[in-house]
Every structure is written in structure tokens, then in C-alpha cells.
């Protein structure tokens, strides 16, 4: 390929499935020995992983990002994701710029930042395209957000501005994909949809054939190709992004059969501002293990295990803990001597007091008390990954101030997690994806939950799932999509010569 390629993936919604068509993308190019990185402008996600800078030092970017990363073989960039928001509230986020908090920005406000961070966002595109041979970069929700359009970062403001083909993603899944395909490429401006150069629909169930005829019309209305029907697969569910995935009671992966005579069921509290959700993911692998996403108290009646994630707004957070009866139902689960985990933001709530000088601005609460300590928020944020005997990595404002708990486990000669009985607490995300640690932990839960048939299976890999799950998208792409007719469009010096320029009359 072409050195300096790009190629714009975007999607008709959220969760439509860009983030796992641009992972695919890096993983094909990548077997193929070809020289590729992802790149997504602008993320709105409490997901996110801890990268570093060319000095080493660590920052966030968004979970996908490094998903994608690892698909295309190379290790987190804050590059790979320059700006970062990560809500609080229903109006405002907190603004990562190139991996460092810079501030928290009210959704109207956001304008006033655009030209500085458009900067940021077309250097390190720059950057990247001058050292890679091809940058598959992913857009933001739906192009189609007009409204937003004079402050937009990562669709079609960075399309234009890079001068980007883009193809647009679709999910049948959800019903009404070839209107919104086609209403995504009609509310756009003359000069955005010069560069929609065609589409993929994402999650098809069924006989393809019966597709075909609305694929004709599509193409005839638009003047454009639709490059692939990607059929949807049960294993593509880990490192899972967007909330709008996170229903509550819903199940987290297939569950597998046990290997033992009794199955463990695991009660994951779904946060209003639930943070790195992706941690229960390791638990989902375990065959046996039934891990459910839950919301109201009653959830918890037959729960072997309840685990509280981490969260964007951990007061705010215990504060509905509170209200929907969760905080009872948690504490009388921990006083059955049955086991609870919490993840940061979760453990934080675990503990007797909170004083939240940063995401609540001075705010001080009783915490659940299940956890002898206290938590003091620190305006600067903790970021750091652990990669020893133990594995994780840490993203907070909260420190531990005081506490009188036995350590769980340790790390760089500190202890890292804390617990008294069946309750334990950690800071560490992606503790679990440490297979013998997770699987010594969940014995011991089984045997607290009174289920001592449940066993471990012995092979079970994390790591492994994860990559073969890239594979698994990288192989679908192979078999459903034109590939040579999608890299070709990054495949130029000039990508706008390559694209298609019909345009589709505009809404009234």
C-alpha cells in the first residue's frame, strides 16, 4: 500500500459496530505485514485504558482504541485517541486531552474549545499517517448528528479536514438500516457527502439473497456501494464500549456449560455512570459462570456474587446505590458471608467514608462500610499499568487515606487490594483477565456461595479470547467485505480522487 493511507469508518448510531470494523481492519492488514494504526479523534466513553506518551509516561484513551491497538500488533498510544471525554453528568465530561485531564467542559461550552483540539486532533493524524503505511481511523456516533456539525472533531469535520474517504456503518439488527444509511448520507452537507464513499451493514441474521433487491435500490438512490453484509456472531462481545450496550438484565457473553455439577451466578451492578465495565468480561469467560447486568434490589435474590463496577461519579453513583435499595440488598448479600467485589469506583463505595474534593467538588459521604477505609480524591489522577507476576492497570482520582483492612494481594511491593471476609476491593482494572488469580478467586467465592461442585476450568485464557475474538472479525471481514475494494480507498495519495461524488438530494 501507498504509505501515508487513510480511510474514515463511521456509523449510522452508536454501538452500530465501528470500533470491531476497525479492529478487523488493523488485524487483516496486519497478517498482511502491512504497517497500520487506529485512530479516533475525538471518544465520549467512560471505557478507557491507560497508554503512554513518546516520554513513557502514562495517559488515557479510550478502551476501543487499545483493543485496536493490540490488533494491529502495537502496544496503547495517546495518539491513538488525542481527545477524550468521559461524562459525568448528563452535561458535563471531563476533557482528556493527549492522555492528560485538561479540565471539565459543559456540552455548550465544547465550542469554545473546538479550534485548539482540531489542532491536536490534525497533528496527530499527521503524525501517524507519516509513520504508518495506512491509519483506519473511527468516527463518533453518526455523522448525521448535524446539529453538532460546527464543533465536530471526528466525522465528517475530520473527513473534510483530512480529506478522508468514508464508509459508513449500519446495523440490521437493530431494524431500519437502508433508511438510515441512506438519511445518514442525505441530511449531509454537498461537500460531506462527496466523501461518503459507500457502506457496510453490520449483524445480519438470514439469507443474504433477501437483501440484495433493498442493497439495488440503496445504490441506485445514492450512487453508492454497499462493500459487504457482515453476519452477526455471538463472539463478538468482549471490550465491549459504548452503555448503550449494558442492559440491565441482560447476560454478559454466551455462557458456556459448567465443568462442574453447579453453575455461579455473578450480579454486575449496572452504574448510571458506570466506568471500564469491561472488567466483568473476564469472569463471562469462565464456563459455569453466568454474569448478569442488574438494577433494581430484588436482582440480588439469587446472586452467588455481586461485583460493582467502576464509576465516573462514585458519589453520585452511591447515591442511587441508595435509592433503588441496592446499598441494603449489597450489605445483607456481604453479611450472608457471600462474596462482593469492587472495581475503583466500586470499592471506593465499599469503604466508611468518601471526601470527594474533584468529581463532586467537596462533597463528603458515608460510604457502605463493608470495607474498613477511607477515600480522599486527589485532583491529580492516578494512571498507571502493572505488568508483573499480577496485571492490570489504574485509572482514579480516589487514594486511600487510611485503612485497617488486611491486604488482598500486592504489587511493586505495596499492598494494591484490600478485604475483610467475602468482601474484597481493588483499584485495579483487568485484575481477573489474570487467569490462576481469577480462577483461585472464584473457588473461593463458589465455596462462600455454598457451591462446591462448581469447578474452574483449567485452559480458560483471557488474553487468548481476546485475540482470537480479533481474529474472529478479521475473518468475517475477509469472507463478507470487498476488502481490496475498501483499502483501495485508503490506498491514495489523494483519497478524495478515489471516492464516489453522486449527491443525494437533501431533507427539505
Given at each position: 500500500m501507498t504509505p501515508g493511507g487513510a480511510?474514515?469508518?463511521?456509523?449510522?448510531?452508536?454501538?452500530?459496530?465501528?470500533?470491531?470494523?476497525?479492529?478487523?481492519?488493523c488485524r487483516v492488514l496486519a497478517r498482511k505485514g502491512i504497517r497500520v494504526a487506529p485512530f479516533k479523534a475525538q471518544n465520549m466513553s467512560n471505557n478507557s485504558a491507560v497508554a503512554v506518551d513518546s516520554e513513557g509516561v502514562g495517559g488515557e484513551i479510550g478502551r476501543a482504541q487499545a483493543m485496536q491497538a493490540r490488533a494491529a500488533g502495537l502496544a496503547p498510544s495517546i495518539r491513538f485517541n488525542p481527545v477524550l471525554l468521559k461524562p459525568g453528568s448528563d452535561r458535563t465530561s471531563q476533557l482528556v486531552v493527549r492522555g492528560r485531564v485538561v479540565g471539565t467542559v459543559a456540552a455548550g461550552d465544547y465550542i469554545a474549545h473546538r479550534e485548539a483540539l482540531a489542532g491536536v486532533v490534525a497533528e496527530d493524524l499527521a503524525a501517524l499517517r507519516s509513520e504508518y503505511d495506512v491509519v483506519i481511523c473511527e468516527g463518533v456516533g453518526s455523522p448525521a448528528e448535524i446539529n453538532l456539525r460546527a464543533t465536530d472533531l471526528a466525522n465528517m469535520g475530520l473527513a473534510r479536514a483530512a480529506d478522508l474517504p468514508v464508509v459508513v456503518v449500519g446495523d440490521i439488527d437493530r431494524g431500519g438500516v437502508l433508511a438510515h444509511l441512506f438519511g445518514t448520507v442525505a441530511v449531509l452537507a454537498p461537500e460531506d457527502q462527496a466523501l461518503i464513499a459507500g457502506f457496510i451493514i453490520n449483524k445480519f441474521r438470514g439469507d443474504p439473497a433477501l437483501l440484495e433487491p433493498g442493497l439495488a435500490q440503496l445504490a441506485a438512490l445514492t450512487g453508492r456501494p454497499t462493500y459487504g453484509v457482515l453476519p452477526y456472531s455471538d463472539e463478538l462481545w468482549l471490550d465491549t464500549e459504548d452503555s448503550l450496550s449494558l442492559r440491565a438484565g441482560e447476560i454478559v457473553g454466551p455462557p458456556a456449560p459448567p465443568r462442574g455439577g453447579q453453575i455461579l451466578r455473578v450480579a454486575a451492578v449496572r452504574l448510571p455512570r458506570i466506568s471500564n465495565s469491561t472488567d466483568v468480561e473476564a469472569l463471562a469467560c469462565e464456563p459455569g459462570v453466568v454474569v448478569r447486568w442488574i438494577s433494581e434490589a430484588g436482582d440480588l435474590a439469587d446472586a452467588d456474587v455481586v461485583v460493582i463496577p467502576g464509576s465516573k461519579a462514585t458519589v453520585a453513583d452511591l447515591a442511587w446505590l441508595r435509592e433503588r435499595g441496592l446499598a441494603d440488598a449489597v450489605t445483607a448479600h456481604a453479611r450472608a458471608g457471600k462474596v462482593v467485589l469492587g472495581v475503583c469506583g466500586g470499592f471506593q463505595m465499599l469503604c466508611r467514608r468518601i471526601d470527594d474534593a474533584v468529581e463532586s467538588r467537596g462533597v463528603k459521604v458515608d460510604g457502605l462500610g463493608?470495607?474498613?477505609?477511607?477515600?480522599?480524591?486527589?485532583?491529580?489522577?492516578?494512571?498507571?499499568?502493572?505488568?508483573?507476576e499480577l496485571s492490570g492497570y489504574e485509572i482514579h482520582h480516589g487514594q486511600v487515606s487510611r485503612t485497617g483492612e488486611s491486604g488482598w494481594f500486592e504489587a511493586g511491593g505495596q499492598v494494591q487490594g484490600y478485604r475483610r471476609g467475602a468482601v474484597f476491593g481493588t483499584h485495579w482494572h483487568g485484575l481477573l483477565d489474570n487467569d490462576v488469580f481469577r480462577r483461585e478467586w472464584l473457588t473461593e467465592a463458589a465455596l462462600a456461595a455454598g457451591r462446591p461442585r462448581f469447578e474452574v476450568a483449567p485452559d480458560v485464557s483471557v488474553p487468548a479470547r481476546r485475540d482470537a475474538q480479533l481474529d474472529v472479525m478479521a475473518d468475517l471481514l475477509t469472507a463478507h467485505l470487498?476488502?481490496?475494494?475498501?483499502?483501495a480507498l485508503a490506498d491514495s495519495p489523494s483519497p478524495s480522487a478515489a471516492v464516489i461524488t453522486t449527491a443525494v438530494g437533501r431533507l427539505p
Open positions: 480511510l474514515l469508518v463511521a456509523g449510522t448510531t452508536s454501538d452500530a459496530g465501528k470500533s470491531m470494523v476497525v479492529a478487523g481492519l463493608l470495607l474498613d477505609a477511607d477515600i480522599v480524591f486527589d485532583t491529580e489522577k492516578t494512571l498507571r499499568n502493572w505488568d508483573g470487498d476488502l481490496d475494494a475498501v483499502l
